[in-house]
């Protein structure tokens, strides 16, 4: 039976996808989820963690594509979307080789 896609605005699209860009390396540091959660309320976090962690990666990037085309347009600064996630990938001391490469991935597949 197929997931079905997560009701997120756009602060929370914004912080799945950034809960997205975190877990590129598998572990969300301390860091990383401090960022995230200063965009959205305890408990829209706490609800949008809940389905990421339960999301198998077909689904999360389903979840992404289903909200790429409303949200990026209105997200379309960018500078901020790119800045956001290199911040994200830089919280935990480094920039792994994964990570670069989700970045890379991420920004092509948002059209950034």
Wanted: proline fraction near 1%; aromatic fraction near 10%; hydrophobic fraction near 50%.
């Amino acid at each position: 039976m197929k997931k079905e896609i997560i009701q997120l605005d756009i602060a929370e699209y914004l912080a799945y996808l950034l809960l997205y860009a975190a877990n590129a390396d598998f572990e969300m540091a301390k860091e990383e989820l401090d960022i995230i959660r200063e965009s959205v309320s305890r408990e829209d976090f706490k609800r949008i963690r809940k389905d990421f962690d339960e999301s198998n990666d077909a689904e999360k990037l389903a979840v992404i594509m289903h909200y790429r085309d409303a949200y990026m347009d209105i997200l379309i600064d960018a500078p901020t979307v790119i800045s956001q996630l290199k911040a994200i990938f830089m919280a935990d001391d480094g920039n792994s080789a994964v990570e670069k490469a989700v970045f890379i991935y991420l920004k092509k597949l948002l059209k950034l």
